[in-house]
C-alpha cells in the first residue's frame, strides 16, 4: 500500500522549495506537486534549524536563561524574554512594578514595528516589487536606531531581566522616539496607500490565498493572519499582560481574508502600535523598575503567554525549587499558522506560493523545537536524553572514520 | 487602482545620496547607551563574584589574587561576550560598564580577545602565577 | 582586413562586449539609485564576467553536454550577429541588406531559444519550469514586439533597417505611433527578462529559471549575450521611434534616456506571473499595436 503510493508520487511533477531556496531566508523544505503552475498538493518538513534550546535551558541558571530565550529568535526577541520574565515572576510570587511593565509593552510594541516593516519588505521582495523591499528597510532603519538609542542594542535588546526592566526612559529618550514615530507614521500611511491601491501589487495580493473565518477558526491559525480573516484574536487583549490593560491596543480586522487584507491589517497595526506608544509616552507611571526575584525559584509550573508579532507566543515553565528551571517549552506562532499554507496552496499558481507562504510571517528556527529521527534505533517515539547522546557519539565516531 | 504608486519617491531618490552607510568610511554614531566592550575598574570591586555568576556566556572570570587587600584581576573573553549587559547590572559597586564607542573588535586571531583588567601588578602577577599547564582556562590565549 | 577589423574590434566584437557591460552597468547603478541604494562601481560587469570565466564548468549528469556547452555560444553569436546590421554606435550598419530587419529580430530571438532549450536539456526541475516560462513568454511577446518594430518599416516604405534609421531621422515615430513605441519597449524588457516580465527567472520562484544549472563560462556567455542584446535592442528602438540615430553622441542621448525609461518600469512596478504576462500581451499589446497597424496601412491607401 504504502510502496503504491510513493510510485505515484513519484509519477507527479514535485516542485522542491527548500531546505536551500532563495525564497526562503531560513531552512525549510516544501514539496509542491504541481499540474502545470497550478500546485495540486503541498507538504512541508521542518526541523531543519533545531538547536536544542529547550534542553540548553536546564543547565542554566533563571537569569542566564533570560538570554538563551531572548536569541530564540533575531526578530521577535523582547517578546520571547518578556513570556519567560513573566512566567518566572508568576512561579515566584512577584510582580515588576508598572513602570517596568509599561516599558516592557512599549519595548514590545517598538518590536512590532520593525517585525511588521521587516515583513512588508520581505513580502514585497517574494512578490518581486524590489523597490518597495528597499524602501521599507531603510525606513525600517529609524526604529532599529530608537531600540538601539534607548536599549543599547539593535536586535537583542536585552530589556528585560527577571522582576523588571534594565533601563529607564527619560525626556531625551521620549523625544527620540517620538521624533521616529511621527517619521514612520508617515511613511506607513504612505506604504498603506501603496500597498491598498497599486494596481500591480493588488494583482498579486487580492483574491490570492483567501481564508474564510470558518477556515481558519477549523484550521486554528492565530496573530495577524487570523485577524485578516475575522478572528479577533489578540493575547494583548484576551488575556492582558504586562501594562496592556493600562494602556490597550485597538484590535484590527479585516473580513477578507486575502494576501492583501494581511498586509493591510499588518500596516494597521502598525498605526495602532504607534498610538499605543505615544499613550505609554504621555503617561509613563512612576516609581521603581525591578523588584527582587530569589534566585532559587519555588517548585511549581506557570505558564504564560503574550502577543508576539507574528501571535500568540506560548511557554510552560516548571521549577523544581532549585536555581535552574526543570523545563521549559515554547510554542512559537510560525507552528499554529503553518498548516494554513498547506491548504491555501492547493489550486494556486507556483508563482504565489513564495507569497502565500511570507503571507503567515514564518519564522523557522524559532518554530523549530523537536525533530523526528526516522532511522537508527527501533522505537521511534521514545528517546532517552542518554539514548540521544549516544546516537549523537556513534554518528560522530562513523563520520569521523569516513563510513558515510 | 493607480499605478506607479512609488513614483515620487523614486523621482526623489534619484537626486539623494544613497541611504547605505559609508561604514569603513565613516565610522557611524552610536547611542550613548550602546553595549561595546566592558569595562572594569578594580577600585571598589568586593570580589562578591556576582558578575560572573550570572554572564550567560561565561565570557568574564573574577581571579581573586588576595581578598584582604583587593587584589582582584577579571578575565574577560571578548570573542565569548554576548554584550547582554548583566553583569553590568549584577554589579552593586559600578565597577563594571559597557563603553559605547569600542565597537569595532574584530581581530584576526584569537589573542587579542582576551583581556585581563585589574592593577597593573596584580595582572603581571596573575599571568606569571597561572601558567597554562595547571590553569588552561586561566591563561592567555 | 577592415571586415575582420568590423567583425573582431569596432563595432563588433571586443566594442560591442565593452559597450554591453556598460549599459549592463548603467542599469543596474540607475536601478540602485532609484531604490536609494549605492549600486555596483563602473567596473563590477566585468569584473563578475573575468570570474565566471575562471570558473570550473560544471555540467549537470542527465544534460546533453554538447548541447549544454554549444547553447551559450549559439545565444552569444546570435546576438553579436544581430549587432553587425543596426546602425550601433550611430554609425552605419556594417552590413545592410533588403529586409535585414527580419533577419536581426530573428537573430534576437536566438537568446531566448538558447535559454530556452539549455533550461529543457538539464534535468533540474527549477530549469524545466523556467525553460516553459521562457517558452511561453517567447510566444506571448514576440508577434506583438516584431508588430511594434514593422509599424515604422511600413511607413518608411522598407524593410531594411538603414533605411527606417535615415526615414526616422526625418520623421520622429514616437509622436505618430507612440502605441508603438510602447509596446516596442515593452516588448524589449519581456526580451530582456527585465523586472517585472521577469517571471521565468524569478528567483523567489524557481531560482534562476532556465539557466539554474549554468555556471562558469557557459552563464557568463550568457549573460555576455543579455548584455548585447540589450545594447541592440536600444539601438533598434531609438533608431526606429527616436528620431533615427545618426552619430555617436545622438546614440548615446537616445539610447541612454531609453534606457532610463526601462528602468524606471523596472523599479515601479510589481513582477507579473506568467499567466498575467501572456494576458497583457494578448489582450491588450497585440491589440492596439494590430490597431495602429491598420490606421497606419488606411493612412497609407489614401
Ligand atoms: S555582557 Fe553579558 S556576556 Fe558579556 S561579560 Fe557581561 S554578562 Fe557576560
Ligand atoms: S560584581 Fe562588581 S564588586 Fe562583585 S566581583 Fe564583580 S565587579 Fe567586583
Not at chain 2, 111 to 117: A, C, N
Not at chain 3, 118 to 127: D, I, L, M, V, Y
Request: aromatic letters at 10%; proline letters at 5%.
Amino acid at each position: 500500500m504504502h510502496t503504491n503510493e510513493h510510485t505515484a508520487q513519484i509519477e507527479k511533477f514535485i516542485i522542491p522549495i527548500g531546505p536551500q531556496h532563495p525564497a526562503l531566508k531560513e531552512p525549510g523544505h516544501f514539496e509542491f506537486t504541481v499540474d502545470g503552475e497550478i500546485v495540486t498538493h503541498a507538504s512541508v518538513r521542518l526541523g531543519y534549524a533545531h538547536r536544542g534550546i529547550e534542553k540548553g535551558v536546564e543547565s542554566r541558571n533563571w537569569t542566564q536563561n533570560l538570554y538563551l530565550l531572548e536569541r530564540v529568535c533575531g526578530i521577535c526577541s523582547h517578546v520571547h524574554a518578556t513570556a519567560y520574565c513573566l512566567g518566572v515572576e508568576k512561579l515566584a510570587g512577584v510582580e515588576a512594578p508598572p513602570r517596568a511593565q509599561a516599558i516592557r509593552e512599549l519595548v514590545a510594541e517598538l518590536e512590532r514595528i520593525h517585525s511588521h516593516y521587516l515583513w512588508l519588505g520581505v513580502t514585497a521582495h517574494e512578490a518581486g516589487f524590489d523597490t518597495l523591499f528597499m524602501y521599507t528597510w531603510r525606513d525600517r532603519e529609524t526604529v532599529m536606531d530608537i531600540l538601539e538609542a534607548i536599549s543599547g542594542n539593535r536586535v537583542h535588546y536585552s530589556a528585560n531581566i527577571l522582576g523588571g526592566v534594565k533601563f529607564d526612559l527619560g525626556e531625551k529618550e521620549a523625544q527620540t522616539i517620538r521624533q521616529g514615530l511621527s517619521f514612520l507614521e508617515e511613511r506607513t500611511h504612505h506604504y498603506l496607500e501603496v500597498v491598498s491601491q497599486d494596481a500591480l501589487f493588488l494583482q498579486r495580493t487580492r483574491g490570492i490565498g483567501v481564508m474564510t473565518l470558518a477556515q481558519a477558526e477549523t484550521i486554528g491559525v492565530i496573530g495577524p493572519t487570523a485577524r485578516a480573516s475575522g478572528l479577533a484574536r489578540d493575547v494583548r487583549l484576551d488575556d492582558p499582560y504586562a501594562a496592556y490593560d493600562r494602556f490597550p491596543v485597538p484590535i484590527i480586522l479585516d473580513d477578507r481574508g486575502d494576501l492583501s487584507a494581511r498586509v493591510v491589517v499588518r500596516l494597521k497595526e502598525l498605526l495602532a502600535s504607534i498610538e499605543t506608544i505615544r499613550h505609554i509616552l504621555d503617561d509613563l507611571p512612576p516609581g521603581e523598575l525591578t523588584v527582587r526575584v530569589p534566585r532559587k525559584i519555588k517548585p511549581g509550573e506557570a505558564i504564560s503567554r503574550v502577543e508576539a508579532p507574528r501571535g500568540e507566543l506560548f511557554y510552560f515553565i516548571k521549577s523544581n525549587g532549585s536555581e535552574m528551571p526543570e523545563r521549559i517549552h515554547i510554542r512559537t506562532p510560525t507552528l499554529c499558522n503553518m498548516a494554513s499554507v498547506l491548504t491555501l496552496a492547493v489550486g494556486h499558481h507556483l508563482a504565489d506560493m513564495p507569497m502565500l507562504l511570507a503571507g503567515i510571517d514564518p519564522c523557522f528556527s524559532c518554530n523549530d523545537r523537536g525533530i523526528v529521527v526516522q532511522y537508527g534505533g527501533d522505537d521511534h517515539d521514545h528517546w532517552t536524553w542518554e539514548r540521544l547522546r549516544q546516537f549523537g557519539i556513534d554518528h560522530y565516531k562513523q563520520l569521523e572514520s569516513g563510513v558515510f | 487602482m493607480k499605478l506607479a504608486t512609488l513614483l515620487k519617491d523614486v523621482w526623489q531618490s534619484l537626486w539623494r545620496r544613497p541611504a547605505t552607510e559609508a561604514y569603513p568610511l565613516v565610522k557611524p554614531e552610536t547611542s550613548a547607551r550602546f553595549r561595546g566592550q566592558l569595562h572594569y575598574n578594580s577600585q571598589g570591586c568586593t570580589g562578591c563574584c556576582l558578575c560572573n555568576k550570572d554572564c550567560p556566556a561565561n565570557a568574564i572570570e573574577m581571579i581573586t589574587l588576595d581578598k584582604k587587600n583587593k587584589r582582584f584581576v577579571l578575565r574577560y573573553d571578548m570573542d565569548q561576550c554576548i554584550y547582554c549587559g548583566q553583569c553590568v547590572q549584577n554589579c552593586r559597586f559600578s565597577c563594571l560598564s559597557m563603553s559605547p564607542e569600542e565597537w569595532e573588535l574584530a581581530a584576526a586571531g584569537k589573542e587579542p580577545f582576551t583581556v585581563y583588567y585589574g592593577q597593573e601588578e596584580d595582572v603581571k602577577d596573575v599571568l606569571a602565577k597561572f601558567t597554562p599547564e595547571d590553569h588552561p582556562e586561566a591563561a592567555p590565549r | 582586413m577592415t571586415q575582420l577589423i568590423h567583425l573582431l574590434f569596432f563595432p563588433g566584437g571586443l566594442f560591442l562586449l565593452a559597450l554591453g557591460m556598460g549599459y549592463e552597468w548603467l542599469d543596474r547603478k540607475l536601478l540602485a539609485r532609484l531604490q536609494n541604494r549605492q549600486g555596483p562601481r563602473w567596473f563590477q560587469p566585468l569584473a563578475d564576467t573575468v570570474k565566471l570565466l575562471s570558473k570550473e564548468e560544471i555540467i549537470p549528469q542527465g544534460a546533453n553536454p554538447w548541447l549544454f556547452i554549444f547553447l551559450p555560444v549559439v545565444a552569444l553569436a546570435g546576438t553579436l550577429t544581430a549587432a553587425l546590421y543596426v546602425p550601433l554606435f550611430g554609425l552605419p550598419p556594417a552590413h545592410s541588406l533588403p529586409g535585414d530587419l527580419i533577419l536581426t529580430i530573428y537573430l534576437l530571438s536566438l537568446l531566448t531559444l538558447g535559454t530556452g532549450l539549455a533550461g529543457a536539456n538539464t534535468p533540474n526541475r527549477f530549469s524545466l519550469v523556467g525553460a516553459t516560462r521562457t517558452l511561453t513568454q517567447l510566444f506571448a511577446y514576440e508577434a506583438p514586439f516584431l508588430m511594434a518594430l514593422l509599424g515604422p518599416a511600413i511607413v518608411a516604405g522598407s524593410w531594411q533597417i538603414s533605411i527606417i534609421n535615415d526615414f526616422a531621422g526625418r520623421n520622429w515615430l514616437i509622436v505618430t505611433q507612440f502605441v508603438g513605441f510602447l509596446v516596442a519597449v515593452i516588448g524589449l524588457m519581456g526580451k530582456l527578462e527585465l523586472p517585472p516580465f521577469d517571471a521565468p527567472e524569478a528567483e523567489t520562484e524557481i531560482v534562476s529559471g532556465a539557466l539554474t544549472e549554468y555556471s562558469g563560462r557557459g552563464y557568463a556567455l550568457f549573460r555576455l549575450a543579455k548584455n548585447v542584446e540589450l545594447v541592440v535592442g536600444l539601438t533598434l528602438v531609438a533608431s526606429f521611434y527616436l528620431g533615427g540615430l545618426a552619430n555617436p553622441l545622438a546614440f548615446i542621448l537616445k539610447t541612454g534616456a531609453l534606457l532610463l525609461i526601462i528602468v524606471g518600469v523596472q523599479t515601479l512596478l510589481t513582477r507579473l506571473r506568467l499567466d498575467q504576462t501572456v494576458g497583457l500581451w494578448w489582450r491588450y499589446g497585440a491589440l492596439l499595436v494590430l490597431a495602429q497597424w491598420l490606421m497606419i496601412v488606411l493612412a497609407k491607401i489614401i
